[in-house]
């Protein structure tokens, strides 16, 4: 018999948000009833099924508040969800301020008498950025640690968080997914045609544009490449803060023109699926979602040696790792994959044996469902 399963996460394009919907949903149709609650529907969600319900959480903004306490009424609805509609167990994403409204709603249930076990996901920003503010520790460690449950997408991510937190729990490491059978290699000739009319290979960079991503040093590779007389171009999926300094810094190289800026696309492995190699000089990635759905789609990977990434690109044959920030490692690495077909084919094709060997939903799918009933069962337990 199925679970009732509540998922809370960042609705927005991000790493983070995207995992979590793809969980609910491939819970979902393995038998499992999931609820979603959050301030909105989850960018990837689409439409709603039978067995996947969507929680609105309403945040009003009161006379007596400068800023709306999205921590409360995320509690306050919780509280509403579990209650209503007999959740077995909540999995919050992110530990602030997810896990605390869930940490605050079960001690709520409790006084009426229902208990509700609580996992919580750690995906990194709340442990590498937020986590390691001393303002913010003790909220962190407090709701990691009453957590029932707690898992990473990485080790780099479960060492971090035993490094820098007071954790007195047990981390279990469950990596990021993929739907092999959504992102896999396509035939898109007349796609790649229209953007490279003159048989360019194409360089891909997807992200959220943030300055952490670093998407002006993929423009830096690219006109360095194109200065060498690389026949190529380059498309930038994605949107936020770097976008426009990209652009700028595109303008006064001279290669604007050779670029693509293409903001928010889904779906996206419509557009890996045409790539010959995927930059990716993230300065941090606790695990590098956009680079294993570029693997899925059979294409190389040039990223950074920082994080999680070496936990999921073999280097030397799925693709390659440079030094952070090293402008003249990744434009090399492009080059000995450009003028290697035999090599760029080769680390394509291990890119999407790897991808779907290792990464695959149908692989990573059971472990969550086997560390809920853990959980529940130990929940159940006395105190």
């Known amino acids: ?22 969980l609910g949903k491939a819970l979902a149709t393995r038998g499992h009833c999931i609820h979603f609650i959050a301030y909105s ?34 509690t306050s609805k919780i509280v509403d969800t579990v209650k209503y509609e007999e959740l077995d167990i909540l999995h919050m994403h992110y530990a602030i301020p997810h896990a605390t409204s869930a940490v605050l709603a079960r001690q709520i249930l409790a006084a009426e008498g229902i208990h509700i076990p609580i996992v919580t996901t750690l995906h990194g920003t ?18 990691i640690n009453e957590s029932d449950g707690v898992t990473a997408v990485s080790d780099y991510l479960k060492n971090e968080t035993t ?40 360089l891909v960079h997807v992200s959220n544009f943030r300055p952490v991503k670093r998407a002006v040093e993929v423009v830096e590779v690219f006109h360095r490449l194109r200065a060498e007389d690389y026949q190529v171009k380059l498309l930038l999926v994605g949107d936020g803060p770097d976008r426009v300094p990209a ?44 680079a294993l759905e570029a693997m899925a789609c059979a294409v190389p ?12 690109i073999v280097h030397g044959e799925t693709g390659f790792l ?54 529940i069962a130990k929940a159940a337990l006395p105190a």
Do not use: W
């Not at 508040?65 to 009424?73: A, G, K, M, R, S």
């Not at 709340?126 to 709701?143: K, R």
């Not at 469950?174 to 003159?198: E, G, M, S, W």
């Not at 670029?259 to 590098?288: H, N, W, Y």
């Open 1 to 22: 018999m199925g679970l009732k399963i509540g998922i809370t996460c960042y609705p927005v394009y991000g790493g983070s948000g995207v995992v979590a919907t793809e």
């Open 41 to 74: 529907m989850p960018f990837r969600l689409g439409h709603i099924q039978d067995n996947i319900r969507f929680h609105e959480v309403n945040v009003n903004a009161y006379p007596l508040f400068e800023y709306p306490p999205y921590t409360l009424n995320l």
């Open 126 to 143: 709340d442990i590498t950025i937020v986590g390691q503010d001393p303002s913010f520790a003790p909220v962190v460690n407090y709701s």
């Open 163 to 202: 490094g820098c937190c007071d954790i007195n729990t047990d981390i279990e490491v469950i990596p990021n997914f993929i739907d092999t059978d959504r992102f896999k290699p396509l035939k898109k000739d007349h796609f790649k045609q229209a953007l490279c009319p003159n048989g360019e290979k194409l």
């Open 247 to 290: 652009e700028h810094r595109a303008r006064e190289l001279g290669v604007y023109d050779d670029i693509r800026f293409l903001g928010k696309q889904e779906p996206v492995e419509e557009i890996l699926a045409i790539a010959d190699i995927f930059l990716m000089p993230s300065g941090s990635e606790t695990f590098g979602l956009a």
């Open 301 to 312: 990977v040039i990223a950074s040696n920082i994080g999680g990434l070496p936990e999921l």
């Open 322 to 375: 440079c030094p952070l920030g090293d402008i003249d490692s990744y434009t090399e690495r492009a080059k000995t994959l450009l003028d290697d077909p035999k090599l760029m084919a080769r680390m394509a094709e291990a890119s999407r044996k790897r991808a779907a060997d290792e990464f695959d939903t149908d692989i990573i799918v059971p472990h969550y469902e086997s560390y809920y009933e853990q959980v």
